[in-house]
């Protein structure tokens, strides 16, 4: 009780009663079940005391309050559990919007998810402009929606749009868009928000101003938009958008559309609240939820997490300077978020032309971002002025580290990887961008291999927040992390892996891929297959739209050194062979399994493939159940060979965050050891022996580790 | 070498590394390019060559003319942009013509004196960009035009505004130059001596005709300057930092867009006077084009590049500047390298190599001429003898300002940097860099090779 009393400190001045939140032993406040309890108390003591104005504030340095406690919403099973819990929740911040005393919030930092529905029951909102404040209702990113009175009020105080436009897409606003926005009144530096704060409490303390605040728009559109008809319109776009976006995966935004459409404007708040905490509930026991929980821990994980094992003292270097050999696609990437993130970046190519394109890369990208205005000309410009590019090594010994992203031959990179090393510093660490070369025998190009790692980006590298770090076998714990630091500098979610053909994400992919291949062979249609991936399954991109975007020929080019490292396992589809000699490569030359814009965007299959490579007319022989079956199965048993034989990552976990952020596995499964979990390894086994059998390749086969867990029925999450 | 080196000392003020742009032709290639943006181009690559630390900068230095409205202390915009830390002291100097040898002289002073240790000295220029400016009565009327209450106020102002512009229109139609509405181009009035009213192609007329300067001589030297530095293209690109071309950067300048390869001395010879049409000398040919360019070296104590393991390029002997009439601004040379030669206890003989900027073809011949003339040494210069003969063999043996152009803030540093690289390829001792400076003045620098 003492903790709490520390952690929600209560005191008076003159009127004004203040709440200062600093929940002990803590990083962040955070709405948990007894913060909830005892802030019913003080606010039940201050609704009591002859306070004219009740203040709450935040004394950590970066944070109001982070939201409700998620590890209580995890442990929640069933649906008289949620009720308990959001009633309970719904019914405090009723109390704070009861109280004859004025209140003020005064925020400073992260106010999310219930924090921002503490502030939304306040007459009135004040915040500073530090870059931290954030204030929104991220709600549905975990599967579920506001449930403290969230959909209610914000409504009420932002308006119709607004409040759409935060709930259903679960963003948080700066400070500025939140002013605009109507959701604090008033903004002021951080410096002074306590003073101004107490300066207004103090006014408001004798002028009295208790008040509900109620929108209104402003500008004829708006009025019209905010009237009867006019939100039918905008009800029925904000379904219409969010369905495109959800593709129709992801229940909770149109859960909490739903409770909007049935509340806004409602007079019984009760009613309007018991609406709110039914549709609550229904989403919480989703497995989506638990899903997106699930996920939302991963990423929590890679934060606290160094890169390195258990008990390792190793530290990560400072990296100011970073070097990148080859300006094209990937290295103009990395060049971008590494200045995009305050990094100084020096290319290195063998002409201006190549160095010109990775400028333009990074230019437009920011270009576009002050178009629309998350950053202004001024912070575009010091970005860009962080770019600078060579063709000779002149700067390399200012250079922390250098990434390695020249073409993907082996000779030429331990030569021009050696080379490099003699421009550098002796201290200096030297990573690879390979995606199917040995890091160990590139390593042993470098004079200390100690100082050689892999560091494996994806495609886009704008886009893409999965970093492999690849550990060779003589990368030492400093090295390690010091990449693994860098990755997350550079805005990635990095997760460490032992060196093997195609490292983690490649290696569960490759097989996926070539099952396509396979079933596309035996004459599923183009569309129809990719459609069952992402349609149905969540895939953001069918296989084969996959493999044209990744590029033909390094596809067969990636399951020939499959084939040659893994065997029978890893059979090579005849048509690939074909596709091959066909001069398809993809959406790189405009021909692959689809046709191409002259833009670069994917257009309808092509289907004078089929007959090219000799194929009859797709007639589709398999259910859709088979289809995905044998391509995310066959994933899976690669995912029980490389955690358990040859301990590629230590854990499910890491599975899981680098297929979501390397592949876009769908997050509403919780990624693929998780949908294997839900599926049951029995189940898997006894599908992939079937398929097996019945075309007689070892290709689907079980392998060991696999049929182990099936044996016992065991699950990746234990 | 008739004479030997003096001892080396600690505090020798020494040249590390040194960078410029390619200079590209007003209105040409760098239109877009901020001056900013070409110092930083020219400070990355010194710093990059030479792997500095940018901790170890003291000061940054920077010559700049335009002195652009979005950049007013444009040394501070090229430091931080170039990734100088935000704790380096940085500002800009003017001396027109000769600020980016203003810039070294004071980074010089700065060291020998012991204050500090490492500097960066240039210049930077994009003549381009200088600004149009409005007449006066505009300026009147956009400043009352925010201040108006309401229509009532504002209407009249902004009837007040249109018969100006119309005004403006028609003046400019009829040609009618001296009508104070036209609008003036900032560079060109900082090509017209504010002191004595006439532009430097004037100058440059006085001096063809007091010197006795034929149009011939003076094309015949325009084309030298053309053939040798389209000869020395290759080499100069060792000092060339090349400038990619926002924003769709499909381009990279990595050489001088000036040195015509095909000049004709017929060509040249065909082209009008262009300040004295009558009976004037001063063509376009025989001139400096307006040009956009930056430049930028690395200067430290000898100590200092010691102890960080730096190969000093060449050492700063001495500098001087000197003043006289402004319509004979051009002779300025002529003023300012007795003092800098008596500072380094040398004499013009000693000298292996020479920049002398070429503003004007008669500008340079002239000065040749009274460097060389006991009369001009007695009755200008206050010497008993003349200052010495000037062998054309060894001035601007690259080309100079008429091929490769003058951005007007840079090109001190150029031209000394220009010097000191080629002192290498040939083994001279000591070298003069020296240039006229618009108002009437001359700047000179004598560096030593450290080969």
Redo the contacts between chains.
Sequence with gaps: MSTMKNSLKLKYQNDIAILELDLQGEKVNKLSTPVMNHLKDVIDEVARSKAKVFVIRSLKPKIFVAGADIEEIKNLKTKDEFEKAVRGGQDIFNRLEDMPQVTIASINGACAGGGCEMILACDYRIASEDSSTRIGLPETQLGIIPGFGGCVRLPRVVGLQAALDIILAGKLLNAKKAKKAGLVDKLVHPGILEEETMKWAAQLAQEGGKRRKQFKAQGLVNTILEGGLGRRVVFSKAKEATLKATKGHYPAPLAALDVIKETYGMSDRQKALDIERTYFCEMGITDISKNLIHVFYLTEMVKKQTGLPAGSAAKAKDVKAVGVLGAGTMGGGVAYIGADKGIQMRIKDINYEALGKAYKHASDLWTKLVKKRVIDKYQAKQKMDLVSGGIDYAGFKTLDVVIEAIVEDMNIKRKVIAETAGQMRADAIIVTNTSSLSVTEMGEAHPKPAQFAGMHFFNPVDKMPLVEVIRGPQSSDETIATIFELSKKMGKMPVVVKDGPGFLVNRLLIPYLNEATFLFQEGMDIKTLDDYYVKNFGMPMGPLALMDEVGLDVGIKVVKIFNKAFGARVQIPEVMEKIGKSGRLGKKNGKGFYKYSDEGKRLEPDDTIYAELGLNAPKNPYTEKECIERGIFSMINECASALYDDKIVETPDEVDLAMIMGTGFPPFRGGLCRYADSVGSQTIATALEAYSLQRSTPRLKPMAALNAMARDNKKFYT | MSTASKAKSSRDVVIVEGFRTPFVKSGDKFSQVHPADLG?TAL??V???T???TDEIDEVIIGNTGNPPDAVNISRVVA????VPQKTSAYTVHRNCASALESISQGFEKIRGGTMEVIIAGGTENMTQMPVLMPQKFQKIFMDLPRAKGPAQALPLLWKLFKTDVKQIKAMLTGDMRNELMPTAAVMQGLTDPFVGINMGQTAEILAKEWGLSRQTQDEFALRSHKLASAAKEKLREEIA?V?L???????I?DDIGPRENQTYEALAKLKPFFDKETGSITAGNSCPITDGAAMILMMSREKAESLGYKPLARILSYGFAGLEPERMGLGPVYSTPLALKRAGLSLKDMGLVELNEAFAAQVLSCQKALDSDEFAKNKLGLSAKVGELRSEIVNVNGGAIALGHPVGATGTRITLTLMKEMRRRNTQFGLATLCIGGGQGGSIIIENEN
């Design positions: 930083k990355k690559a710093l990059a060559k792997n500095l630390n931080l942009g170039a990734g090349p990619a926002g924003p769709d950067y499909k381009e990279t990595i």
